[in-house]
């Protein structure tokens, strides 16, 4: 799974930048305020003023330990970008991970 971004840690939640072949943005994954429901995302992401995705708190089945599931979209692309956004590592990074078939299985 290559890496398309990286993010570090915020008071609110995280910033950081994704870049692909198509894409090249500065973004805030920030708490979902208006959250209703158990479906609905935690997370909004923001390109400045614009609403770009959505994340999940979710537990890896495998390791058990929490990361974002991640949906990013732009009109430019064919279909959604889902990843997961790793927990800080030992650089203090967040990494998002991406796959063409993602699965929710904790990456």
Known sequence: ???????????????????????????AILPNAGKQGHNAPDFLIMAG?????????RISHSSGKPYLRVKIDDP?????????????????VARLLWRREFEDDGA
Not at 9 to 18: E, P
Not at 76 to 92: R, T, V
Request: hydrophobic share 45%.
């Open 1 to 27: 799974m290559p890496v398309i971004g990286t993010f570090t840690h915020s008071q609110d939640g995280y910033t950081g930048s994704i870049t692909t072949l198509a894409l090249n943005a500065e973004l």
């Open 49 to 57: 003023a614009i609403e770009v995705g959505a994340a999940w708190r």
């Open 76 to 92: 430019l692309l064919p279909e959604p970008i889902w990843g997961a956004l790793l927990g800080n590592g030992e650089d203090g």
